[in-house]
């Protein structure tokens, strides 16, 4: 048996399905909504992220379930047991929630070593000096830092003071884990090196983990379930795929991944989810199989929103639901070619395969794959 | 209240109410410091403004509500000239003790003036001592017939009458802007040392010579740490008591203070009279801290960019030497010359203005600190034990204060953290004989009158926001997130303070410390209003001694004093290490 | 025979020695304090000695002087090696401040003040802040008090001493040695042009009362302060400060100032004693009499009146003329052969004071505003 699941496997909490459980969070500060009726559950062992711009309110959220923040309304609950609930002059304090907490400036303190800081949980928990030894040695042994461990914190490297928050999050096996925008300090390379060890510890250790970050790519890879969060609210709750593929409306699309978002109207629905678009530009209107999001009825105003690895490029003309316009931009980028191409008024992304050969100035015609058409809520 | 208790991870957990979450550790805490800031500090002040209102008969025990005492400050004979005087005293000093901490901070942080690195603990060393002492060497350096300088310029130099005199208010302006020049210096020369060389380097790279460079991109933004110093050597100087004192009180010269001591303790005494004076003077300089505080301090932060480098350096040439004498010459008039004068009068039995080998004693030495030589001083010797321990506890409670204020003004946010900082921006502006004034008033009734704890009382209350200073400025360093994964891992709000806020802040509290402890021992115009028989403070022992004994017994407890002070200087230095001394 | 005769004998001896044995043990039971103590203080004794403590706040009294006087204290009433007496010292003003503060608290930390005040005394007894006395030794200083024109008020303040301005000088200044004053003429000549000490009668009591009393005996003093004027003085008010200036040659001439100063100084350096001389004004020494009185609610009234007692007689007047160079009112005294060379003859000196001491209070103001708009 692995460390981590060793770890995770001597917790025995029993509550099964929602493990965590948010309703109705509500924070004001002043007049302004910071969190406006965020409710969503996470159930035991799954990863969580929180993904939105600064201001969305992830961070609130998540310091109102550490207990740094007092929230106006709603309640939180974890394993059963409510951490917060103004309504019932509930309120439980920061350091009796068993939850361990990385920050996003690591908060390693500069005067202990490596291992103190780690063994700082323990000893809060006057767990017997042998023992804390022993649990010190192995989650430094999980996060690759058993070299580090007599260093003080400032001898170390962000990355290395990275996973020292980690090892001293998870040491007391908390029932929680909360990261508050973890990796933003990182340089690029370490970032992503970082996600996938990251995501490799927690799921060993197993502990249910609730992830901030404004980075989609960082969610994507990471997350078992995405919420993204906007002006204090929800847009989306989802799995990275569905988020991707499924972005119910304009501002999700938007902020997952690269997509091409023009106005449209839905002019019919031929199934279940699925219908027809009308989209214009200033050459002229087409009509565009789609698939159709929620809310979407005939005659509704849309947007549509194609993934650039979606739209097909080609010299042909493919058809009635063809594009046709000119390649301004084809910057050759090693497995693909990144291309604008001019439509009317609007300005095409596409991803096209290096053996296309496409050049700028030429004429092309775009074709649009309707099963990654999706016409949104504005 | 709904109670789950879980066996996992080894902490109990409850769901608390919100009332009991109400009394935690940390809100009982900010509660009681909060009372004992505002009963420290409010309290005496209000006592001191209700006494202003209130006007003494003739027969000097019975008192009526009125405004007279208020009438009399611009009418009585004495009063206004004492303000016009405190007015010219403040400004001058302003002016004299910027020009030294400007050039010196300048010569320092930004040429290749030869040596400046050793020379640059040595520029602080008047901060430290005490002016008061400063005061008598001065008087006996160039105080009319008897200053020793005067005297050898009459024997060697053929000069008739006296060259110098210092006991005016010329003299006081002299004492006063020396002995605040470092002020002045540590904020100039923090403020040009943390300058980004970039920003002069684009002027010159733009075509700006030096001077031009210096005088439109340097000298503005350094602007704002001028005017934080000129301010606070000004404020300081209005509520300066000892110089005036010393050398202009007695001549016919009073100042504000002076003025405000005569109507505590003086033939004419009338405290409420004094009252009055108090709010005058308590009202403008309170209001300068503030503008200085709210309004100039902060913009003193845009150059700083928290990298270390070094700023340009001037190549002066030949005129580097020049530099290093006009620092040296410093150095000599404000550190060595008196203190070789005190050291010179202490031995003689009697001063005389001249240097008599054959009357050399260390007699005043023994009398002054020998507690059991049969011809003892009481208040000189008392002085001496009162003042360590005075010293002692002071800075530690003070600091324990200021830690727990620090904390209540930088890590929680609403109203009462503002209310909190302008609560410690107030004993600062007030003169401390007047805080001294209102502590006896409002104490007289309590056991703590007519002891040391009385004078602990003023010292904490005036002294404490320097302290709350030095911590704050390490706190603003250190991010929240710090504290907050203490919280997260499982500590209460006292063993986060304990285990990590504390030791985080090390730094500032031994600065903190070091710098209380220093000022509790120069301490002059509190422990003078508040002293009486066995509580004798070591500066109200020289006040003793050249109240009712003379010149040479003074000089010789006043050059002890000096030496105390300065051995804490270096022990400081030595412990603390280079950055240490901020003001 | 042999048995009668011892018999007899033994009865003899027994006879013998019981008185002795009585009063072996009479002497050996009775405290031992000075056989020649008053009622009055031998009422007061054993309460002193309970309360243990006793603190004096004046301006007088040096370290010398308080640590001889509370010798001399403990001694002569046996109050024991535990008994401690404070000698609290602090300027004239600041003596009155802080018992008129206390005596308005209601909290007392002060038991005897002694000061030149009878303004504040005379106002104090009206209002019952002060002790009622029974002093077996007033009555020898009463005679001499009311004659020197000092007011007292007994049995609630006596008048246990005096001081006195006396013109001092430096003869070893250039220019003054043939100087001698016996006059205040003498004082004011001309030709003495800064060699003078103006003394600050905005700053302390003792001026104004000297000055208001010369006034009374006749002297003018709008001359007076021309006079001295025209000699271009130096400033001052503390006597100390003044003495220095003297030593120092400064200003080698004061006009009033204590011998006890100069004692002092001699002391600290005797050959002082050749150069610093002093005289009396035939126009009258003004006699400042200390006030001695004992605050009500106290905490050691009866060491504090035992102490008032001590002054009042003569051991303890010895102490303190000895000490301060100052005058005793008691009828006969005589000062110890130390101080008779600093102290004039009380006889056949004029001595004056005032006749209303607390009327001229309210003569002080004008007599401020007056000097103040010739000196400063």
């Given at each position: 048996m692995s460390v981590g699941s060793a770890i995770g496997a001597m917790d025995n909490k029993n509550a099964a399905g929602h493990y965590v459980e948010v309703e109705g969070l509500v924070k004001l500060y002043g007049n302004d909504r910071a969190v406006d009726d965020v409710s969503f559950s996470v159930p035991k062992g799954k990863f969580l992220t929180l993904l939105g711009p600064s201001g969305c309110g992830k961070t609130t959220t998540l310091m109102s379930i550490a207990g740094l923040h007092t929230i106006d309304a709603g309640q939180i609950r974890v394993g059963g047991v409510v951490y917060t609930a103004p309504a019932e002059g509930l309120f439980l304090p920061p350091e009796k929630r068993d939850i361990g907490m990385v920050f996003q400036s690591y908060a390693i303190w500069p005067h202990m070593t490596v291992a103190e800081n780690v063994a700082y949980p323990l000893e809060i928990r006057k767990v017997a000096r042998a023992e804390i030894d022993a649990r010190v040695a192995d989650v430094l042994k999980l996060v690759g830092l058993s070299q580090m461990a007599s260093k003080l914190a400032t001898q170390l490297s962000g990355g290395q003071q990275q996973r020292a928050a980690l090892a001293r999050a998870i040491v007391p096996r908390p029932r929680l884990l909360l990261f508050d925008e973890p990796l933003s300090n990182l340089d690029l390379k370490l970032r992503e090196q970082m996600r996938v060890e990251l995501k490799r510890i927690q799921h060993e250790v197993g502990i249910t983990s609730i992830y901030v970050t404004h980075d989609q790519a960082e969610a994507l890879v990471m997350s078992d379930e995405i919420i993204v969060m906007s002006k204090g609210r929800i847009e989306q709750k989802g799995g990275p795929r569905e988020i991707y593929a499924r972005p119910v409306n304009a501002y999700v699309s938007n902020f997952i991944g690269v997509a091409n978002l023009l106005k449209g109207r839905v002019t019919a629905v031929t199934a279940p989810g699925r219908g027809e678009v009308e989209i214009a530009a200033a050459g002229g209107a087409v009509q565009v199989p789609c698939l159709l999001g929620k809310g979407m009825a005939a005659g509704a105003d849309a947007v549509v929103s194609v993934r650039p690895e979606n739209v097909e490029a080609s010299r042909q003309n493919g058809g009635a639901a063809a594009l046709e316009g000119e390649v301004i931009q084809a910057i050759f980028l090693g497995n693909c070619v990144d291309c604008r191409v001019r439509w009317g008024d609007f300005e095409w992304k596409v991803m096209a395969h290096p053996r296309a050969g496409l050049k700028t100035g030429e004429k092309v015609y775009l074709r649009l794959d309707p099963e990654h058409t999706l016409a949104v809520l504005p | 209240m709904s109670t789950q208790t879980l066996a996992d991870g080894g902490l109990e957990q409850q769901a608390v109410s919100r009332w009991r979450s109400l009394v935690t550790q940390e809100s009982v805490a900010t509660i009681v410091v909060s009372v004992i800031v505002a009963a420290a500090v409010i309290l005496p002040l209000f006592v001191l403004v209700v006494s202003s209102f209130r006007v003494l008969d003739s027969g000097g025990f019975d008192t009526t509500w009125g405004l007279d005492n208020y009438r009399t400050l611009y009418t009585d004979r004495v009063i206004p000239k004492a303000f016009l005087n405190t007015l010219a005293v403040s400004a001058g000093s302003t002016v004299l003790a910027t020009f030294f901490g400007v050039s010196l901070a300048w010569i320092n942080a930004r040429t290749n003036c030869p040596g400046r690195d050793r020379l640059e603990p040595f520029n602080l060393i008047p901060f430290f001592l005490s002016p008061f002492v400063g005061a008598i060497a001065w008087h006996n350096l160039a105080g009319g017939k008897t200053g020793l300088l005067n005297s050898w310029a009459r024997d060697y130099?053929?000069?008739?009458?006296?060259?110098?005199?210092?006991?005016?208010l010329l003299g006081v302006i002299w004492v006063t802007g020396i002995f605040f020049a470092p002020l002045v210096y540590l904020f100039v020369v923090g403020s040009l040392r943390r300058m980004d060389p970039s920003l002069e380097d684009s002027a010159r790279t733009t075509g700006a010579g030096l001077l031009r460079t210096a005088t439109t991109i340097t000298l503005p933004l350094v602007a704002p740490g001028i005017l934080s110093g000129m301010i606070i050597v000004f404020v300081t100087s209005a509520g300066e008591f000892g110089v005036p004192f010393k050398l202009s009180a007695p001549y016919g010269w009073q100042t504000l203070t002076t003025q405000i001591f005569s109507k505590a303790v003086g033939d004419d005494a009338n405290l409420y009279l004094g009252a009055a004076m108090s709010m005058a003077l308590g009202i403008i300089t309170v209001l300068l801290i503030w503008i200085q505080q709210a309004y100039i301090a902060p913009r003193s932060f845009t150059t700083v960019t928290g990298k270390g480098f070094r700023p340009n350096v001037i190549d002066l040439g030949g005129w580097k030497w020049l530099a290093l004498a006009f620092n040296v010459t410093f150095l000599l008039i404000a550190v060595v010359l008196p203190i070789l004068c005190l050291l010179v009068v202490s031995l003689h039995p009697v001063w005389q203005a001249e240097i008599i080998p054959k009357d050399l004693t260390l007699h005043n030495y023994v009398r002054t600190l020998?507690?059991?030589?049969?011809?003892?001083?009481s208040a000189a010797t008392n002085g001496i034990v009162n003042s360590f321990i005075l010293a002692f506890l002071g800075a530690t409670i003070a600091m324990i204060l200021s830690l727990v204020v620090s904390y209540m003004i930088h890590r929680t946010k609403g109203f009462g953290a503002r209310l909190l900082d302008f609560l410690c921006v107030v004993p600062v502006g007030f003169p401390g004989i007047v805080l001294a004034m209102g502590v006896l008033v409002t104490y007289i009734k309590t056991p703590i009158y007519a002891t040391l704890w009385i004078i602990l009382l003023g010292y904490i209350t005036r002294f404490f926001p320097y302290g709350q200073r030095n911590i704050s400025s390490v706190m603003l360093a250190i991010s929240e997130e710090l504290d907050q994964s203490s919280r997260m891992a499982g500590a209460s709000w006292f063993t986060t303070l304990r285990r990590i806020t504390i030791p985080l802040l090390k730094p500032g509290i031994f600065a903190g410390w070091v710098l209380l402890f220093i000022i509790f021992l120069r301490e002059l115009s509190i422990s003078i209003i508040l002293y009486t028989s066995g509580t004798e403070t070591l500066s109200v022992g020289v006040y003793y001694l050249t109240n009712y004994e003379n010149e040479t017994l003074t000089s010789a407890l006043s050059m002890t004093q000096t030496v105390m002070l300065l051995v804490c200087v270096y022990i400081f230095r030595r412990v603390a290490g280079r950055e240490a001394l901020t003001a | 025979m042999g048995s009668r005769h011892s018999a007899r004998a033994i009865r003899q001896l027994a006879l013998l020695a019981a008185p002795l044995a009585a009063a072996a043990l009479l002497t050996a039971t009775a405290p031992v304090y000075a056989d020649d103590l008053t009622p009055q203080e031998k009422a007061l004794v054993d309460a002193a000695r309970k309360e243990g403590e006793v603190t004096v706040l004046n301006p007088q009294f040096s370290d010398w002087t308080g640590q001889h006087l509370g010798e001399g204290f403990i001694k002569r009433y046996n109050l024991g090696p535990n008994f401690k007496f404070n000698n609290l010292r602090k300027g004239t003003g600041a003596t009155v401040a802080q018992t008129r503060q206390e005596i308005q608290a209601g909290k007392h930390t002060v038991d005897i003040l002694i000061v030149s005040a009878p303004g504040f005394f005379d106002e104090a007894s009206k209002r019952g802040a002060f002790e009622k006395l029974d002093s077996g030794y007033w009555k020898n200083h009463a005679e001499g008090v009311k004659a020197a024109g000092q007011y007292s008020n007994y049995p609630y303040v006596v008048v246990p001493f005096a001081y006195t301005f006396q013109p001092v000088w430096n003869s070893s200044c250039p220019g003054m040695e043939h100087f001698n004053a016996t006059s205040y003429a003498d004082v004011l000549k001309p030709e003495l042009k800064g060699k003078t000490i103006a003394s600050d009668l905005t700053k302390s009591f003792t001026y104004d009362n000297t000055a208001l009393a010369l006034e009374e005996a006749g002297m003018n003093l709008n001359d007076l302060w021309t006079k001295l004027k025209a000699t271009d003085p130096l400033i001052e008010f503390r006597t100390e400060p003044k003495m220095q200036m003297v030593v120092s040659c400064q200003r080698p001439l004061d006009m009033w100032n204590l011998t006890g100063r100069v004692y002092q100084d001699v002391l600290k350096k005797p050959d002082l004693i050749k150069v610093l001389k002093w005289g009396t004004y035939k126009e009258g020494q003004v006699m400042l009499g200390n006030q001695a009185a004992v605050i009500k609610g106290a905490p050691h009234p009866n060491a504090a009146k035992l102490f008032i007692e001590y002054l009042l007689s003569k051991p303890g007047t010895d102490v303190f003329v000895v000490g301060e160079m100052m005058y005793s009112f008691m009828k006969d005294y005589t000062p110890p052969p130390e101080a008779q060379k600093y102290l004039f003859d009380m006889k056949t000196t004029k001595m004056i004071g005032l006749k209303d001491w607390v009327a001229s209070q309210a003569k002080f103001k004008q007599l401020r505003a007056d000097w103040q708009t010739k000196f400063q």
């Open positions: - | 130099l053929g000069v008739h009458g006296n060259l110098l005199n210092v006991d005016n020998d507690f059991w030589a049969p011809d003892h001083i | -």
